[in-house]
């Protein structure tokens, strides 16, 4: 079996993989970012909102952009609406990733697709090319996994994500261009919320929700009927144009370095446990282990990877432990509907006391 050698293996090519490949790049080490789907980015699983700040901090252009929006709304039943500024930009997700991609390509990281992790052997990692059947072996002096909510290398390590909460999303048309986010909390959606993000002539308008707590009803059957209200208030008309599901880590803060392997992104946990963000973390997560990992390597010093969770953690564990902490209080006081909504939704003042 052909045995291949680089310093870091970067498994996954979302927003956490490619960040960490090129920023471990940067450094002079040998990267190689893996991907198990054959084109990077698709299908999209994703709302597609990222806060304008991440852009400046990309740098990659516009050609992801798909428009701007000025903030966000909230509803509530018999509420008024709650508006909050919050720019940012709804984007072509699929676009976004093979853009930091080919960014780390540029910086020197080398990248498979079609190529997934299958398991860890004694000299290394067993990989197993989807597209050909073949079979080869990669030798790392590293390991970043950032494989998604259900990693293979977080497995590995015994860190896997046991908090995971089912979205779904369909695309339709919207009866006129809005400039806002829009979030929908009903209490048939339990613990969770409805979202509408705009994207020019067109809506990501899905769903994200503890379910089967309260109800069995089906994810489908919930978001039909979310649908329908949507289409009642004039906001979307038409059949779907699309249709996605994933799954969205509701995590406690943890660690996320063993040894010569780091987690980032969704493997991690790096995702919002109450809104459900999740690309800004993971893109500053994952420059955080690439860089750490590359000096780790090119100082000789593999204890250094320990840095990275230090740093992240200094900068965003109290943001995340804070998600998670209301995420708890929410699938416990759901019954108590609109007094949880402002305890634990980040346009109210009670979520931050």
Same mark, same amino acid.
């Given at each position: 079996?052909?045995?291949?050698?680089?310093?870091?293996?970067?498994?996954?090519?979302?927003?956490?993989?490619?960040?960490?490949?090129?920023?471990?790049?940067?450094?002079?080490?040998?990267?190689?970012?893996?991907?198990?789907?054959?084109?990077?980015?698709?299908?999209?699983?994703?709302?597609?909102?990222?806060?304008?700040?991440?852009?400046?901090?990309?740098?990659?252009?516009?050609?992801?952009?798909?428009?701007?929006?000025?903030?966000?709304?909230?509803?509530?039943?018999?509420?008024?609406?709650?508006?909050?500024?919050?720019?940012?930009?709804?984007?072509?997700?699929?676009?976004?990733?093979?853009?930091?991609?080919?960014?780390?390509?540029?910086?020197?990281?080398?990248?498979?697709?079609?190529?997934?992790?299958?398991?860890?052997?004694?000299?290394?990692?067993?990989?197993?090319?989807?597209?050909?059947?073949?079979?080869?072996?990669?030798?790392?002096?590293?390991?970043?996994?950032?494989?998604?909510?259900?990693?293979?290398?977080?497995?590995?390590?015994?860190?896997?994500?046991?908090?995971?909460?089912?979205?779904?999303?369909?695309?339709?048309?919207?009866?006129?261009?809005?400039? =806002? #986010?829009?979030?929908?909390?009903?209490?048939? &959606? @339990? /613990?969770?919320?409805?979202?509408?993000?705009?994207?020019? *002539?067109? $809506?990501?308008?899905?769903?994200?929700?503890?379910?089967?707590?309260?109800?069995?009803?089906?994810?489908?059957?919930?978001?039909?009927?979310?649908?329908?209200?949507?289409?009642?208030?004039?906001?979307?008309?038409?059949?779907?144009?699309?249709?996605?599901?994933?799954?969205?880590?509701?995590?406690?803060?943890?660690?996320?370095?063993?040894?010569?392997?780091?987690?980032?992104?969704?493997?991690?946990? =790096? #995702?919002?446990?109450?809104?459900?963000?999740? &690309? @800004? /973390?993971?893109?500053?997560?994952?420059?955080?282990?690439? *860089?750490? $990992?590359?000096?780790?390597?090119?100082?000789?010093?593999?204890?250094?990877?320990?840095?990275?969770?230090?740093?992240?953690?200094?900068?965003?564990?109290?943001?995340?432990?804070?998600?998670?902490?209301?995420?708890?209080?929410?699938?416990?006081?759901?019954?108590?509907?609109?007094?949880?909504?402002?305890?634990?939704?980040?346009?109210?003042?009670?979520?931050?006391?």
């Amino acid at each position: 079996m052909q045995t291949l050698k680089c310093d870091i293996l970067v498994v996954g090519a979302g927003p956490a993989g490619a960040a960490a490949a090129r920023s471990a790049a940067l450094k002079g080490a040998d990267v190689l970012l893996i991907e198990r789907r054959a084109r990077v980015g698709e299908p999209v699983q994703c709302a597609e909102f990222i806060p304008a700040m991440l852009k400046g901090r990309v740098n990659l252009g516009n050609d992801f952009i798909a428009q701007k929006v000025a903030g966000m709304k909230t509803y509530r039943p018999g509420c008024e609406t709650t508006v909050t500024r919050a720019p940012g930009y709804i984007i072509h997700r699929d676009r976004f990733d093979r853009a930091l991609v080919r960014a780390a390509q540029e910086d020197g990281a080398k990248v498979m697709t079609a190529t997934r992790a299958v398991e860890r052997s004694e000299s290394g990692v067993v990989m197993l090319h989807s597209g050909d059947g073949r079979k080869f072996e990669v030798a790392p002096k590293m390991i970043i996994g950032a494989d998604g909510p259900h990693s293979t290398v977080g497995k590995w390590v015994g860190a896997v994500n046991s908090h995971l909460l089912p979205g779904a999303q369909v695309t339709l048309a919207l009866t006129e261009p809005r400039d =806002h #986010t829009e979030v929908y909390f009903e209490e048939d &959606i @339990f /613990a969770g919320y409805g979202w509408l993000f705009p994207k020019n *002539k067109v $809506a990501n308008v899905g769903l994200g929700l503890k379910h089967g707590v309260q109800s069995k009803e089906s994810l489908k059957k919930i978001l039909d009927r979310f649908v329908d209200k949507l289409k009642s208030l004039g906001r979307v008309s038409g059949e779907p144009l699309g249709y996605a599901a994933g799954w969205i880590p509701s995590e406690p803060v943890r660690k996320t370095v063993y040894g010569s392997i780091a987690l980032a992104g969704d493997a991690a946990g =790096h #995702t919002h446990a109450i809104t459900g963000a999740g &690309i @800004f /973390a993971a893109v500053l997560a994952g420059k955080m282990a690439g *860089k750490w $990992a590359g000096r780790a390597v090119n100082e000789k010093n593999p204890d250094l990877l320990n840095r990275y969770d230090e740093e992240w953690q200094d900068l965003m564990a109290d943001t995340l432990d804070r998600a998670y902490q209301r995420r708890q209080y929410m699938e416990t006081h759901w019954d108590d509907f609109q007094a949880t909504v402002r305890k634990c939704w980040v346009a109210f003042r009670d979520y931050y006391a």
